[in-house]
């Protein structure tokens, strides 16, 4: 476990516990602390022990087709609906061309086809007699309608008529107008005629296929009847629209050509498929999601595009969950630095956290580079529940608090860790279990007594205090790296003070270049260090200066240029006139 760092194993306590708006965790301290490793192996065994959360899936909104709905299944579920609704589409294909085609529906589809014809004959019969009054004879040829004139009994052409004198043409002309009106009711009459067949025919395929439909569907709805009204609803909704579009489940008149042409065609069963956003099916315990990349499309999901003629189009199966989505109903851990590295990143945090729910919106890349797309998708939002941990220096935590009002409601809980800790004996012993047990983990080889103290001198100079031990543990375990590799050289079975000396000594030769350079100016004189007798207003002084792991001891000297030593003589003078 941690040691060293009860403040902020106290505090992570706490904000892990306390079920409420705006207990989140934002964890301070230097790099190398063990910040991250700690707190993702205390969520780690926190969510071993909590309940494995719902699966999240995106279905089609018969109701709303821009607006998809998420629907939370209970986990391992989602993969399974998934894959009925799949077995649910092919079984459509194949019984619903077949049901159409069998001896019944036909004879039904005749008796209706024969009382269609039988009512459009007595409509055209009708026609013509109006037509007979007015001299007239209705002719039709690939169901278009020509009225034609008579003329002693004979059918009249337009060069015919153009021979007739005026008095004949002009009365011809005057009937073919009035016979106009009877035309118009005539072919108003024989659409809604054909209207009526349609649905007619359509009525009675729907009767037909809705033993089937209802078969399959209710054996669906069998087995997820205990996963809420989201399915339930879903599934009415999609069996609702199979009976109303079920001729889109017959084949096509040009399936010879659909090989070569699928790519461009929209797959016309996407709207039944399910998209598992969340898959929990292989989930042990409560998600714990680290996010290395937390730009707002990996935090708040996003939408693939396919290309389709006037632009990029998206579907609700091409919905891809985001970091929010994966760690619902557990814990989302981000580096502070991170997310604010990538643009709108912090917004979307803080907006979902505020809003405790997850909005997926468009990419946000610039309009002029964006991709032109052809309509919009606004999925449902998805409620959320969960615990998200930032990790980050002190700048960034105090910087946040200062200029972000926001800041202080969404992140209530500082976990400090100290880079430091008190040289007592339990923290000594503590410290070299840590460090042998890294050691056999790592495959190093097992570090002696001797060179475990030499290890405990650099972790007390490192913090610059003797009854100090410092806490980047980062930093001691480079440096037992560093000592294993020269016992391994000597091939030494253990790790020896010799080892750890070696290794400091070297890294203090590999980034002493600096220090080299301020006592080379100082001995060529480049810089004037005065150590003998006195000199008026000059004061020399060290500096400590920290440079990587090294601390580079740069001498200073106070009024070492001419101004400020006129400055002090004049000063001199006048307190000796005074």
């Not at 207990?23 to 309940?51: Q, W």
């Not at 359509?202 to 669906?220: D, G, N, Q, S």
């Amino acid at each position: 476990g941690m040691f060293g760092q009860g403040r902020a194993m106290d505090a992570i306590d706490q904000g892990l516990n306390i079920d409420a708006r705006g207990f989140n965790i934002f964890a301070v301290g230097e790099s190398g602390t063990g910040k991250t490793s700690t707190i993702e192996r205390i969520l780690k065994e926190r969510a071993a022990g909590e309940p494995v959360p719902d699966d999240l899936l995106y279905v089609y909104c018969f109701r709303n087709p821009t607006k998809p709905r998420p629907i939370f299944v209970p986990p391992g579920s989602g993969q399974k609906l998934a894959m009925d609704m799949e077995g649910l589409i092919q079984e459509l294909r194949q019984r619903v061309p077949r049901v159409l085609s069998e001896s019944l529906i036909g004879h039904i589809r005749a008796g209706i086809l024969g009382d269609t014809r039988n009512k459009a004959e007595e409509l055209l019969k009708r026609a013509s007699q109006a037509a007979a009054a007015l001299n007239l004879v209705i002719e039709e040829e690939d169901d278009t309608l020509r009225v034609v004139p008579l003329h002693d009994e004979e059918p009249l052409d337009p060069e015919s008529l153009e021979t007739l004198d005026r008095p004949t043409r002009r009365k011809i002309e005057a009937n073919m107008i009035a016979f106009q009106e009877h035309l118009d009711a005539f072919s108003y009459r024989r659409r809604q005629l054909e209207r009526k067949h349609g649905k007619t025919t359509l009525a009675a395929e729907v009767r037909v296929i809705t033993p089937l439909v209802e078969e399959l569907f209710t054996e669906v709805m069998a087995r997820y009847q205990k996963c809420g009204e989201g399915v339930a609803d879903f599934l009415n909704e999609a069996k609702k629209h199979v009976l109303e579009n079920h001729r889109s489940f017959l084949p096509l008149e040009d399936d010879e050509d659909a090989e070569d042409s699928d790519a461009h065609k929209p797959d016309r069963y996407l709207i039944y498929k399910v998209n598992v956003a969340v898959d929990h099916t292989d989930q042990v315990g409560a998600p714990v999601v680290v996010e290395r990349i937390p730009k707002p499309d990996n935090l708040c999901g996003f939408f693939e595009h396919r290309e389709a003629p006037g632009g990029l189009v998206t579907v609700h199966t091409m919905i891809r969950a985001g970091a929010f989505h994966q760690a619902n109903g557990g814990y989302l851990l981000i580096q502070a630095s991170d997310l604010l590295s990538h643009q709108n990143a912090w917004d979307s945090l803080k907006r979902t956290l505020r809003h405790r729910e997850i909005r997926i919106e468009e990419s946000t890349v610039s309009p002029e580079s964006r991709p032109r797309e052809a309509g919009t998708m606004k999925p449902g939002t998805v409620p959320i529940k969960l615990k998200t941990i930032l990790v980050g220096s002190g700048d960034i935590y105090y910087v946040l608090k200062t200029e972000d009002d926001d800041f202080g409601r969404l992140f209530k809980i500082k976990a400090d860790f100290e880079p430091y800790m008190r040289r007592s004996r339990n923290n000594v012993m503590k410290l070299a279990q840590f460090i042998g047990q890294v050691c056999r983990e790592e495959g190093l080889l097992p570090i002696h007594r001797t060179g475990m103290l030499a290890v405990l001198v650099f972790a007390s100079r490192n913090v610059g205090h003797k009854e100090r031990l410092t806490n980047r543990k980062a930093d001691l375990l480079d440096l037992v790296a560093e000592a294993n590799f020269f016992a391994r050289e000597r091939r030494a079975r253990a790790i020896r003070d010799t080892d750890v000396k070696l290794a400091i000594a070297t890294r203090t030769k590999r980034e002493g270049t600096a220090q080299d350079m301020l006592h080379r100016e100082i001995r060529e004189g480049t810089i004037i260090i005065q150590t003998r007798d006195t000199a008026v207003g000059q004061i020399n002084g060290i500096a400590l200066q920290a440079n990587g792991g090294l601390h580079v001891h740069r001498q200073r000297r106070n009024g070492q240029h001419e101004r400020h030593r006129r400055f002090f003589r004049i000063l001199s003078a006048i307190r000796r006139d005074i």
